[in-house]
């Protein structure tokens, strides 16, 4: 999310700029506290995304690799590489790499509880110092109501360590609380904008609680607080996003090969400190409140079943309405997905699927996974 924030506020930066002078995956894989030892998987998935919105045509056709290594039974690796080409009716291709993601996860059993360490990092592989057009495209792209693979391409290195303790309060009920610590290196995404952008960074709390109901239901709740530091521009303060709340609950049913999933979640943004340009006086710079960052209400449900030995199959059914920003207006999307897997010789899965969006914004996308395990 914050990948996408960042374009997007160094989009309304690079607006305001010009007005002065005339204006979520892929998740990290989950350790195991079991005896039985993870496979290794490697995976490849293209995807193919189109969207319409209030009179824009949007694309982009990317390309992900991954691999996720079990290290010791508790321990994970993973790495993660993307390319990938977005395009727009009357604008410049943006084509290039994104940057390398690595993480690891350990978890470790305690005499009360367990305990989970996790690390990711961002590598500064990917396209930076966009053209003028370039950056135009970019920043269409990487809204977040349009839900492309690839938002801003390269965005420099950023280290995010995160540690997690779970206890369990009774036999089926375990709860648990956390934090979080973003560091974000400077980097200069265009050439259109003078000096190094370096975003804040970010400390995250998070506490939930997961209950089980007999052998095939659970439900869990969580509750994260995010605070973001200053973004700055060669170093002058230009932008503060505050704060994030976030909340989920989620209900799971599952028995053999066949579960069902649904998860509501809100994440609320408060309006943004923006550096206004032109105004103030020496050292004292003049900064507007605007909503940059549209809050979101999600609804998920999805179902998984498998059909035969060879094959399973997921249908999923999200719902999602975005609050009113500086560049858009309260939108409503429901979006249904289909995407069936094949289990072939070898170990080697093949999920083809497709995936429309109807309502303020119309969305289609269609990928190819293929994955093989060890």
Same mark, same amino acid.
């Given at each position: 999310?914050?990948?996408?924030?960042?374009?997007?506020?160094?989009?309304?930066?690079?607006?305001?700029?010009?007005?002065?002078?005339?204006?979520?995956?892929?998740?990290?894989?989950?350790?195991?506290?079991?005896?039985?030892?993870?496979?290794?998987?490697?995976?490849? !998935?293209?995807?193919?995304?189109?969207?319409?919105?209030?009179?824009?045509?949007?694309?982009?056709?990317?390309?992900?690799?991954?691999?996720?290594?079990?290290?010791?039974?508790?321990?994970?690796?993973?790495?993660?590489?993307?390319?990938?080409?977005?395009?727009?009716?009357?604008?410049?291709?943006?084509?290039?790499?994104?940057?390398?993601?690595?993480?690891?996860?350990?978890?470790?059993?305690?005499?009360?509880?367990?305990?989970?360490?996790?690390?990711?990092?961002?590598?500064?592989?990917?396209?930076?110092?966009?053209?003028? +057009?370039?950056?135009?495209?970019?920043?269409?792209?990487?809204?977040?109501?349009?839900?492309?693979?690839?938002?801003?391409?390269?965005?420099?290195?950023?280290?995010?360590?995160?540690?997690?303790?779970?206890?369990?309060?009774?036999?089926?009920?375990?709860?648990?609380?956390?934090?979080?610590?973003?560091?974000?290196?400077?980097? !200069?995404?265009?050439?259109?904008?003078?000096?190094?952008?370096?975003?804040?960074?970010?400390?995250?709390?998070?506490?939930?609680?997961?209950?089980?109901?007999?052998?095939?239901?659970?439900?869990? +709740?969580?509750?994260?607080?995010?605070?973001?530091?200053?973004?700055?521009?060669?170093?002058?303060?230009?932008?503060?996003?505050?704060?994030?709340?976030?909340?989920?609950? @989620?209900?799971?049913?599952?028995?053999?090969?066949?579960?069902?999933?649904?998860?509501?979640?809100?994440?609320?943004?408060? !309006?943004?400190?923006?550096?206004?340009?032109?105004?103030?006086?020496?050292?004292?710079?003049?900064?507007?409140?605007?909503?940059?960052?549209?809050? !979101?209400?999600?609804?998920?449900?999805?179902?998984?079943?498998?059909?035969?030995?060879?094959?399973?199959?997921?249908? +999923?059914?999200?719902?999602?309405?975005?609050? @009113?920003?500086?560049?858009?207006?309260?939108?409503?999307?429901?979006?249904?997905?289909?995407?069936?897997?094949?289990?072939?010789?070898?170990?080697?899965?093949?999920?083809?699927?497709?995936?429309?969006?109807?309502?303020?914004? @119309?969305?289609?996308?269609?990928?190819?996974?293929?994955?093989?395990?060890?």
């Amino acid at each position: 999310m914050r990948s996408i924030l960042s374009t997007a506020l160094l989009a309304l930066l690079t607006a305001l700029a010009v007005g002065a002078g005339s204006l979520d995956a892929q998740a990290q894989p989950a350790p195991s506290l079991t005896s039985q030892e993870p496979p290794i998987r490697v995976a490849v !998935e293209p995807v193919y995304q189109s969207v319409s919105h209030d009179g824009r045509d949007l694309s982009q056709v990317s390309t992900q690799l991954m691999a996720s290594v079990p290290i010791r039974r508790s321990l994970q690796a993973y790495v993660r590489a993307s390319m990938a080409q977005s395009d727009g009716a009357g604008l410049e291709p943006v084509r290039g790499l994104d940057d390398v993601r690595l993480g690891a996860t350990y978890a470790r059993a305690l005499p009360l509880g367990s305990l989970v360490m996790a690390v990711d990092a961002s590598l500064p592989t990917g396209k930076r110092n966009l053209s003028a +057009t370039e950056w135009r495209t970019a920043i269409l792209t990487s809204q977040n109501i349009y839900d492309f693979r690839i938002g801003g391409f390269g965005q420099g290195f950023n280290a995010e360590p995160r540690l997690t303790w779970a206890v369990p309060v009774q036999e089926n009920v375990m709860v648990g609380v956390g934090v979080g610590y973003t560091y974000r290196g400077a980097y !200069e995404p265009a050439e259109t904008l003078t000096g190094a952008y370096d975003p804040g960074n970010e400390i995250e709390v998070f506490g939930g609680a997961d209950v089980r109901f007999g052998q095939s239901h659970a439900v869990s +709740t969580d509750l994260a607080f995010t605070r973001f530091g200053s973004d700055t521009v060669d170093g002058a303060r230009r932008y503060e996003a505050r704060y994030k709340v976030s909340g989920t609950v @989620q209900y799971l049913f599952q028995r053999d090969f066949t579960s069902v999933r649904v998860i509501g979640r809100l994440q609320h943004w408060p !309006e943004s400190r923006v550096f206004v340009p032109g105004l103030g006086i020496g050292a004292n710079p003049v900064f507007e409140d605007r909503q940059v960052v549209p809050s !979101e209400w999600f609804l998920r449900t999805s179902a998984t079943t498998r059909l035969a030995d060879w094959m399973d199959v997921r249908l +999923t059914i999200d719902g999602q309405r975005y609050q @009113q920003t500086v560049v858009q207006s309260n939108l409503m999307v429901a979006t249904l997905r289909v995407a069936p897997t094949f289990h072939l010789p070898r170990d080697v899965y093949v999920t083809p699927g497709v995936g429309y969006s109807a309502g303020d914004v @119309q969305r289609l996308e269609t990928r190819l996974r293929t994955e093989v395990r060890f």
